[in-house]
């Protein structure tokens, strides 16, 4: 499943788990919570984003909930990503 995350390829059927980690991904490397090797920031698969049923408007609380879950786990392991 996590395979297709990237959803360079769109495979026949997207799962909400499969859209959630596409999207997550995204988020993630966006917010610069890390990489995965990306230069870039991928494009968000339209498919993906519509199984989910986001809005727009979604996604500043999932940003802010993001950052400091992610902040709350770097402090825990007093780690500092590069």
């Given amino acids: ?3 297709h995350h990237h959803l360079s390829h769109v495979p026949d059927t997207i799962t ?18 890390g990489s995965g ?7 968000v698969n339209q498919k993906a984003w519509e199984i989910l049923d986001l809005k ?15 902040e709350e786990s770097i402090s825990i392991m007093e780690f500092e990503p590069q």
Avoid at 18 to 29: F, M, R, S, Y
Avoid at 56 to 70: G, N, P, V
């Fill in 56 to 70: 727009l408007s979604d996604l500043e609380y999932i940003m802010q909930r993001s950052t400091k879950l992610f």
């Fill in 1 to 3: 499943m996590i395979a």
């Fill in 37 to 43: 090797g990306e230069k870039r920031v991928p494009i």
């Fill in 16 to 33: 909400k788990e499969i859209a959630a980690v596409h999207i997550g991904n995204i988020l993630c490397i966006s917010l610069r919570m």
